[in-house]
């Protein structure tokens, strides 16, 4: 989400840090300033503001207030509605139906602005020259990374999950540029993991990153990385989050992946109509 990263302010300089408090502090008002009045109210330049959108992941200043509009609207909503998640021995089927409805919006909501689309676009760019996508995880990463291969193993994607990494199998592979690789870890720190993705990109595998939360090691072994939900969770609806919002990243990429391959596809699902009517 824009507005966290823009209160986390760990990696601006002391001019960023200046830009982000004024937005801040004024994030309605914002919304009617251009990027050169907001440079002359941060005592900055314009060129400042736009290498400071960028760096936020967004194009320029337009799309960084579309943002932070949504976000705002996001929160007043989720304010709101925050009263449905409240389930306890009282609660009957209608409340259940309505707490998750509401839990799946939120979700998707959240994700829709967190992501950075760029790296969306990149990382499906990509995917589409693989012949081989693996993924990496333990525990409930795992099970995520088990779901997912049998998906994209359905597109005519080589895929499996694993819980460690076959070095032997890596260094003889001669398709390794042909091969990418997803490594899950639902804290960001996970060492296996971290391991797994150090070596994969070692040997010249793609590697892309789902973690929960934004890790350096991470960032320095994989190629991308995509976070899973971000900021403040309703109580006791963390862990389904944490794998809806996982669902949603590789889902949306296999959306793309499908797009990508229909004709191959349709081909396919003739070939296996053909088989079943004889």
């Known amino acids: 989400m824009i507005i966290e990263k823009l209160q986390d302010k760990s990696s601006f300089t002391e001019s960023e840090k200046c830009i982000a408090d004024y937005i801040l502090k004024n994030k309605n008002q914002v919304q009617q300033l251009t990027a050169k009045e907001l440079a002359k109210e941060t005592l900055t330049s314009k060129s400042s503001i736009v290498r400071f959108c960028k760096k936020l992941g967004v194009s ?33 089927y209608s409340d259940y139906l309505q707490s998750v409805d509401f839990l799946y919006q939120f979700v998707v909501n959240r994700m829709h602005g967190q992501l950075n689309h ?5 990382i499906m760019n990509r995917l ?19 779901a997912t291969a049998h998906k994209y193993s359905a597109l005519g994607i080589e895929s499996m999950a694993y819980s460690s990494i076959n070095e032997a199998f890596w260094v003889t ?39 929960g939360h934004s890790s350096k090691e991470m960032k320095e ?21 944490i794998v809806l919002s996982s669902n949603y990243i590789l889902d949306l990429i296999f959306t793309s992946l ?21």
């Open 60 to 92: 320029g200043f337009q799309e960084l207030k579309k943002h932070i509009y949504t976000e705002i609207v996001l929160e007043v909503k989720e304010t709101k509605n925050h009263k449905l998640l409240m389930i306890d021995n009282k609660s009957t």
């Open 118 to 122: 760029n790296v969306m676009k990149r």
């Open 128 to 146: 589409n020259k693989m012949e081989r996508i693996d993924f990496y995880s333990s525990g409930l990463g795992h099970s995520i990374g088990e």
């Open 173 to 211: 592979n001669k398709n390794n540029q042909k091969t990418a690789a997803f490594v899950i870890s639902l804290s960001g720190k996970n060492p296996s993991v971290i391991h797994i993705a150090k070596s994969l990109k070692r040997y010249g595998i793609y590697v892309i990153g789902i973690a």
């Open 221 to 241: 072994h994989c190629d991308e990385v995509v976070p899973m939900i971000e900021g403040k969770i309703p109580t006791g609806m963390e862990h389904m989050a």
């Open 258 to 278: 499908y797009a990508q391959r229909y004709d191959r596809q349709i081909e396919l699902y003739k070939k296996v109509n053909q088989v079943f009517d004889k």
